[in-house]
Nanobody, 125 residues
Framework: VQLQASGGGSVQAGDSLRLSCAAS????????ISWFRQAPGKEREFVAG????????HYGDSVKGRFAISRDNSKSTTILQMNSLKPEDTAVYYC???????????????????WGQGTLVTVSS
């Protein structure tokens, strides 16, 4: 299983960015795909997730209403649309995949067996 995250960059507060996570080596629709982020000196934090089959989406409290996650099973790709970015959104963003994670554990990084390499998002004020 390989996950390739892309789309990071440096933007101003209030701008938007679109991150992409492309998967290979999996039956994509069978996997829950989530985004986590890790800011310097902080623990990794759940950002958003889309459950296998695209049945539901979930968001961390800090990004609700600003970020949107979607998936295209035909392209084995997950998109994280990030709007109204704030300096506190600055972090390395990782996509992660799990075939077995249950809903109550979707925010737990330990539930994910596969991780992409991370893409850096920097938001300046």
């Amino acid at each position: 299983v390989q996950l390739q995250a892309s789309g990071g960059g440096s933007v101003q507060a209030g701008d938007s960015l679109r991150l992409s996570c492309a998967a290979s080596g999996v039956i994509f629709r069978d996997y829950t795909i989530s985004w986590f982020r890790q800011a310097p000196g902080k623990e990794r934090e759940f950002v958003a997730g889309t459950r296998r089959g695209g049945t539901s989406t979930h968001y961390g409290d800090s990004v609700k209403g600003r970020f949107a996650i979607s998936r295209d099973n035909s392209k084995s790709t997950t998109i994280l649309q990030m709007n109204s970015l704030k300096p506190e959104d600055t972090a390395v963003y990782y996509c992660a995949a799990s075939r077995t994670v249950i809903l109550s554990s979707i925010t737990s990084e330990q539930a994910y067996a596969y991780w992409g390499q991370g893409t850096l998002v920097t938001v300046s004020s």
